[in-house]
C-alpha cells in the first residue's frame, strides 16, 4: 500500500527536480508518439528543445524566444496575483485585445505626425484598455457578486468581435485596398515598438516583462498588499478578520492583471505583430494561465515556465518544417508535457510512505 | 427588411438542434462541478468524442455505435484528468486546459484520414401521426433520438440529484469534501466517476456536431462549443433545468442573428455576434442577486489527511 | 549599438550564405507557410494537395518543407526565416495576413523567392498570386438563376472583405440576367472557420425560403443542410466536395494551386523566376469548376459550359457593362470591362442586391 503524506514544508529539492523529471518523462513519452508517427525521436526532440537554442541559427531563434515569452510572462505574472488570492481572472485574451486596440487606436489616430510623445502616450492607452476591460468582471463582482470567471471569459468573445469590427471599419487601413487590417505600425516611426538593439528582440514589452517579475516578486515577498493577498488566498474568513478589505483586492487583482495583459497587446500590436487585423490574437491570454500554473504563480517560476513553453512553439515549428511532423503532434507534446509537470508537481508538497496503511 | 421571411416554427425547432451538443456538455460539467470538480477541459473531450464517434460511425456505418464510442472516447480522456487532479493532486484550472490542448492535438492525429469523408445519416425520430399536430409536431416532434436523450437526461440529472440517495452524496462532496469524508464517502472515487460521466457527456456532445449538426470531420471543428458549455453551467447557478433555459438562450441568439441577417435588418454583425455573451452578463448580474449556488469545494483539490 | 548591429547583419548574412547555396546543387527546397491545418479540407487543404503535387511532379528534384497552422504576424515572421534559413529557395505564403511579415523576411534573404497569396505588395523576390475565384461565380449564379424556383438566393459569407463581395457581386450578376426576378439572401458567419455556424446559417437561409445556397466559407455543413432540407442544391467551395453530388451540390469551385506551383518551381529550378503578379482564372486552370451533375437540366448545363469556355478563353469577362453600383450610379459603361484594381479592392454591391455591406 503506497500513501501520500504531506510534507511539513514544501521540498526545495522536488520543486527544482519535478521539472526537470517532467521534461524528461515528456521526451520519453513523446520520443514514443514521434516514433510512433514513423520520425527519430531523438532527432525530434533534439530539435524542439535543443535547435532553438544552441543550434546553428541559435543566434536567430534565441531573440524569438523573447519576442515569444514576454507577452506569456507578462500577462502570466498579472494572473497570478489573482489565482493567489483566489480570484479567477479566464479573460485575459480579451483584454489583451483591448489593450492592443486602445494602443493601437492612439498611434493610429496621430498618423502622420511624429513626435516623441506618442509611444508613450500608446502605452498609457494600452494599459488603460485592459484595465477598463478587467474593470468590468471587477466592478460587477464587488457590485453584485457575479462570478469573474464567467464575466472575464465572455468578455473575450465580446473583444474578438470588437476586433474585427475594428479590424473591418474604423482601423481599416486607407491604403489597404480595402483589406482588413490597420496600417502596420512598424512602418509609422513613432508608434513603432522596435527593438531596443536590432535583432535581438528586446522589445520594450520584453522590458516591460521583466519589470513585472521583479515588480511582483517585491510585492509578494516584502508588501503588505502581497500579504493579504497570500492571506486572503489561503484563509478567507482569516484574511477579513485581519483587515483585508475583499472587495479592494478584487478591484486591484483584476485590474493589475488586465493592466498588464493590456499593455502586453499593446506592445505585440506595436512590435512584432505591427496592425490590427481579425486575427491579431493567438492565445497568449490562455496559455498564460497555464504559465501562471506551471511556473506555480511564483514571478521566476513563471519567468522560466515562459521561457519553456516559448521553447516549446519554436522549437514545434522547426521540427515541423525540417521533420515533417503534424503541428497536432507538437500540440500533443505540449500537452503531455504540461500533464507531466503538473503531476510530478505533487513530490513537492507530498512524499511517498510505503507499507501497510496505519490505523487511524 | 422582410422580418416576415423568418417561419417562427422553424426558428424555434432550430433551437433544439443548435442547443443539444450544449445540453451534453453542460450537463455532464454541472455533474463534475457538483462534486466539487472544475474541469476546463470539456473542449478536449467534445472533440475527441467528435472524432471518436466519427471514426465509428464511418467505419461501421451506425451514428448510434458512433456515439456510443463517442462516449467512450470522452470517458477515457476525462480519466487523465482524473488522474492528474484526484490522484496527483495537480492544480484543476491547469489540467483542465492541458487537457484541451491535448484533446485538441490528439483528435487531429485520429482524424488524419477521415477528412472528406461523409459520414451516415441518423434518421429523426418517427411519432408518425403525433408529428402532423400543428405546431407541436414540426416544433417539438421532428428530431433525431440524440435531441430527446439530451432532454431526457437533463431531466434524470435533476432528479437524481434533487431526490435520490446517490444525488445526496454526491452534493455533500461538492459542498464540503472533508465532512463527506469524515462520513465515510469515498470523496475521490465518486468525483472520479462524475469526472467520467463528464467526460462520456461532453464526448456524445462533442459527435453531434461531427456527425448531426455539421455534419463531417475537420480539425478544431468543435470551434469553442466547450468553451460556451462551461459558461453555461455557471449561468444556470449549476442547477440542470436553468441550464436548459441557458442552452436555448445562446443557441436561440445565434439563430436570431442570423435570421435577422437573412431578413436584412441592417445592424452591425459583430455586435449581434457578441449579444449572446454581452446578455448573459447581463442576466448573470441579475442571477446573481439571489446568492449563488456555487459548490462549496469547488475547484479545491482534496487530499485525505487522516 | 552599432557594434551588434554589424553582428547581427554578419550573423545573418552567414545564414544566407549556408542557406541559399548550399543545397542548390543537389535539390530545390520549397516551403509552404499554411494558414490552418492542413486537415481543414479546404483552403489549406487545397494547397497542401498542390504541394503533394510539386512532390509528385518533380521527385527526387525537388524538397518541400512546410508548417501549418502558423498565425499571421511574428509566428509566420519566425516560420519564413526559419525556412530560409534552412535552405529553401522558394516560400509560398498562403494566407492574406503574410503579406507584411513576407515582405520583411524576404528583404534579409534577397535570394530567396517568395510567393504570397492573395495579396498586393511585391519586391524583387516576392510575387503575388492569386485566383480569379469570381469567374467560377459567375457559372454558379448562371445556374442559380436557372434553378431557383423560390426566386430566393442564399449566400453566406465569410468576412465582408473584397474577395467576399466580388464572389457575391459576380454570382449576382448572372444569376439576373437569366432571372430578372432572382434576389440574393445574404448571411455573415464571421468567421473563417466554424462548420457549426455555417450550418446554422444554412439552414436559416433555407428556412427563409431559399433554394440555391452559395457558401465562401469551405466546410460542407450547408451541403448536409441543404441535402436534409431536400429540393436546395448547393456548389461546392475549395474543394469538390463531391460526396455531396448529385445533389445537393450540382458543381464546384476547385482551389487549383497546382499548376502555378509547379511552374514556380520550375522557374526557380531554371533560373528563370522573375518577381510578378499573377491572376489566374479558369483559363489557366487555377480556378477548376467541379463537374455539372447531371441534377441540372441539359440546356442549362450546356449554357453554364458555354460561358465557362468563354470566361476561360478570355472572350467574356465576368464584369461586363452595363453595370451599376447599389445605389444606381454607374459602374461600367456599355462593353466596358472592371480593371483588376477596381476588382481587388472590391467594397460595393452592384445595382439590385439589397441591404448594405456591413462594417
Known amino acids: 500500500m503506497i500513501a501520500l503524506v504531506k510534507r511539513p514544508e514544501p521540498s526545495r529539492v522536488f520543486s527544482l527536480a519535478a521539472p526537470v523529471l517532467a521534461v524528461l518523462a515528456t521526451m520519453v513519452f513523446g520520443g514514443l508518439l514521434f516514433a510512433i508517427l514513423g520520425k527519430d525521436p531523438l532527432l525530434a526532440i533534439k530539435t524542439i528543445f535543443w535547435e532553438p537554442v544552441f543550434g546553428e541559427f541559435a543566434f536567430f531563434y534565441r531573440p524569438q524566444l523573447l519576442i515569444k515569452g514576454a507577452p506569456l510572462v507578462l500577462i502570466a505574472i498579472g494572473l497570478s496575483l489573482g489565482f493567489k488570492a483566489g480570484i479567477w481572472n479566464i479573460g485575459a485574451e480579451g483584454q489583451y ?10 498611434g493610429l489616430a496621430f498618423y502622420p505626425a511624429e513626435s516623441a510623445l506618442i509611444f508613450p502616450l500608446m502605452v498609457l492607452a494600452g494599459a488603460l484598455g485592459g484595465w477598463l476591460w478587467a474593470m468590468i468582471p471587477a466592478i460587477l463582482k464587488v457590485r453584485f457578486g ?14 474578438e468581435q470588437f476586433l474585427a469590427s475594428m479590424s473591418l471599419g474604423l482601423m481599416r487601413s486607407p491604403e489597404g485596398m480595402g483589406f482588413p487590417g490597420s496600417r502596420n505600425l512598424q512602418q509609422y516611426a513613432s508608434a513603432h515598438n522596435a527593438d531596443l538593439i536590432t535583432g535581438s528582440g528586446m522589445h520594450w514589452g520584453v522590458v516591460a516583462a521583466f519589470i513585472a517579475v521583479i515588480f511582483a516578486y517585491v510585492l509578494m515577498a516584502r508588501h503588505r498588499l502581497g500579504f493579504a493577498i497570500r492571506v486572503t488566498g489561503d484563509a ?8 483585508v478589505n475583499p472587495a479592494r483586492l478584487v478591484l486591484f487583482c483584476l485590474g493589475t492583471s488586465g493592466l498588464l495583459a493590456g499593455l502586453a497587446g499593446m506592445f505585440e500590436v506595436s512590435g512584432p505583430a505591427g496592425q490590427v487585423t481579425i486575427d491579431f490574437n493567438v492565445g497568449y491570454g490562455f496559455t498564460a494561465i497555464i504559465v501562471a500554473f506551471l511556473g506555480r504563480l511564483h514571478p521566476v517560476g ?4 515562459g521561457g519553456l513553453m516559448a521553447l516549446t512553439y519554436i522549437g514545434g515549428d522547426i521540427a515541423q518544417s525540417k521533420l515533417g511532423l503534424p503541428a497536432a503532434a507538437i500540440q500533443v507534446f505540449q500537452g503531455m508535457l504540461l500533464f507531466f509537470l503538473l503531476a510530478f508537481d505533487l513530490f513537492t508538497n507530498y512524499r511517498l510512505r510505503f507499507g501497510r496503511a496505519e490505523v487511524v | 427588411m422582410d422580418l416576415s421571411a423568418i417561419n417562427p416554427i422553424l426558428f424555434v425547432a432550430g433551437f433544439f438542434v443548435a442547443a443539444t451538443p450544449l445540453i451534453f456538455a453542460a450537463i455532464g460539467e454541472l455533474v463534475v462541478e457538483r462534486t466539487g470538480v472544475l474541469n476546463l477541459g470539456v473542449e478536449g473531450m467534445m472533440i475527441i468524442g467528435a472524432i471518436c464517434g466519427f471514426a465509428v460511425a464511418v467505419e461501421t456505418g451506425s451514428p448510434l455505435l458512433g456515439f456510443g464510442a463517442a462516449a467512450i472516447g470522452g470517458a477515457v480522456l476525462s480519466l487523465l484528468f482524473a488522474f ?33 469523408v461523409k459520414p451516415p445519416r441518423m434518421a429523426d425520430m418517427n411519432f408518425g401521426p403525433l408529428a402532423e399536430i400543428p405546431v407541436i409536431g414540426p416544433v417539438f416532434l421532428s428530431h433525431d433520438i440524440i435531441v430527446y436523450l439530451g432532454l431526457a437526461l437533463v431531466a434524470c440529472v435533476w432528479a437524481v440529484l434533487k431526490f435520490t440517495r446517490a444525488g445526496l452524496v454526491l452534493r455533500a462532496v461538492g459542498e464540503n469534501h472533508d465532512a463527506a469524508h469524515a462520513l465515510g464517502f469515498k470523496v475521490k472515487r465518486i468525483r472520479t466517476l462524475a469526472i467520467m460521466f463528464g467526460g462520456a457527456c461532453a464526448g456524445v456532445g462533442g459527435a453531434y456536431i461531427s456527425l448531426i449538426r455539421v455534419p463531417q470531420w475537420t480539425e478544431g471543428m468543435t470551434a469553442g462549443v466547450g468553451w460556451i458549455a462551461l459558461a453555461l453551467v455557471v449561468f444556470a447557478s449549476w442547477k440542470p433545468f436553468r441550464l436548459l433555459l441557458g442552452a436555448y438562450l445562446f443557441g436561440g441568439l445565434v439563430q436570431l442573428q442570423l435570421n435577422l441577417q437573412g431578413a436584412g435588418v441592417a445592424i452591425p454583425v459583430e455586435y449581434l455576434a457578441m449579444s449572446p455573451y454581452v446578455i448573459t452578463i447581463v442576466v448573470l448580474v441579475f442571477l446573481s442577486r439571489s446568492k449563488s449556488a456555487a459548490p462549496g469545494s469547488l475547484g479545491r483539490i482534496f487530499h485525505a489527511s487522516s | 549599438m552599432k557594434f551588434t548591429k554589424l553582428l547581427t547583419g554578419a550573423a545573418l548574412a552567414v545564414g544566407l550564405a549556408t542557406g541559399a547555396y548550399a543545397d542548390d546543387q543537389e535539390k ?30 518533380f521527385g527526387d528534384k525537388v524538397e518541400t518543407v512546410y508548417v501549418e497552422s502558423v498565425a499571421e504576424g511574428p509566428d509566420s515572421e519566425r516560420v519564413m526565416t526559419q525556412m530560409a534559413l534552412d535552405g529553401a529557395d522558394l516560400i509560398f505564403t498562403t494566407s492574406f495576413g503574410y503579406m507584411d511579415p513576407t515582405i520583411n523576411v524576404a528583404k534579409k534573404f534577397p535570394n530567396v523567392k517568395f510567393e504570397h497569396a492573395t495579396g498586393y505588395k511585391q519586391a524583387e523576390n516576392v510575387s503575388t498570386y492569386s485566383a480569379r475565384f469570381y469567374e467560377g461565380r459567375a457559372i454558379q449564379g448562371h445556374i442559380a438563376g436557372k ?21 457575391i457581386n459576380s454570382a449576382f450578376i448572372h444569376a439576373r440576367k437569366v432571372n430578372p426576378d432572382v434576389q440574393f439572401k445574404i448571411v455573415w458567419a464571421y468567421t473563417w472557420f466554424d462548420p457549426a455556424k455555417e450550418a446554422d446559417a444554412a439552414k436559416v437561409l433555407i428556412e427563409q425560403g431559399a433554394d440555391v445556397v452559395l457558401q465562401h466559407t469551405d466546410s460542407t455543413a450547408p451541403q448536409a443542410a441543404a441535402q436534409e432540407a431536400g429540393n436546395v442544391i448547393t456548389f461546392g467551395q475549395a474543394s469538390d466536395m463531391s460526396q455531396y453530388a448529385p445533389l445537393p451540390r450540382v458543381s464546384s469551385i476547385i482551389d487549383d494551386w497546382a499548376p502555378y506551383y509547379i511552374a514556380r518551381t520550375q522557374a526557380v529550378m531554371d533560373g528563370t523566376w522573375t518577381s510578378g503578379n499573377t491572376w489566374d482564372g479558369i483559363g489557366a486552370g487555377m480556378v477548376g469548376i467541379g463537374e455539372i ?7 442549362v448545363k450546356a449554357e453554364a459550359l458555354a460561358l465557362k469556355d468563354s470566361l476561360a478563353d478570355g472572350s467574356y469577362h465576368a464584369f461586363t457593362g452595363p453595370l451599376n453600383k447599389q445605389d444606381g450610379s454607374v459602374f461600367l459603361a456599355e462593353g466596358e470591362t472592371a480593371d483588376d484594381g477596381t476588382l481587388a479592392g472590391m467594397n460595393f454591391y452592384v445595382e439590385g442586391i439589397e441591404g448594405d455591406i456591413p462594417l
Open chain 1, 97 to 106: 485585445i483591448m489593450g492592443a486596440l486602445f494602443g493601437a487606436g492612439v
Open chain 1, 146 to 159: 457575479t462570478n469573474e470567471i464567467l464575466v472575464s471569459l465572455m468578455l473575450v468573445y465580446v473583444a
Open chain 1, 236 to 243: 478567507p474568513r482569516a484574511a477579513a478578520f485581519s483587515g
Open chain 1, 302 to 305: 513563471i519567468l522560466l515556465a
Open chain 2, 84 to 116: 492528474l487532479t484526484q490522484v496527483m493532486l495537480a492544480n484543476q484550472v491547469a489540467s483542465g486546459l492541458a487537457l484541451t490542448l491535448f484533446g485538441l492535438g490528439f483528435s487531429a492525429l485520429l482524424g488524419q484520414s477521415y477528412v472528406g
Open chain 3, 28 to 57: 530545390t527546397k520549397v516551403g509552404f507557410v499554411f494558414v490552418g491545418p492542413v486537415g481543414d479540407g479546404g483552403w489549406t487543404y487545397e494547397h497542401n494537395q498542390a504541394r503533394l503535387a510539386v512532390e509528385e511532379k
Open chain 3, 147 to 167: 434553378m431557383t424556383k423560390s426566386n430566393i438566393v442564399g449566400y453566406i459569407g465569410s468576412y465582408p472583405i473584397p474577395e467576399v463581395i466580388r464572389g
Open chain 3, 293 to 299: 451533375s447531371d441534377a441540372v437540366p441539359a440546356d
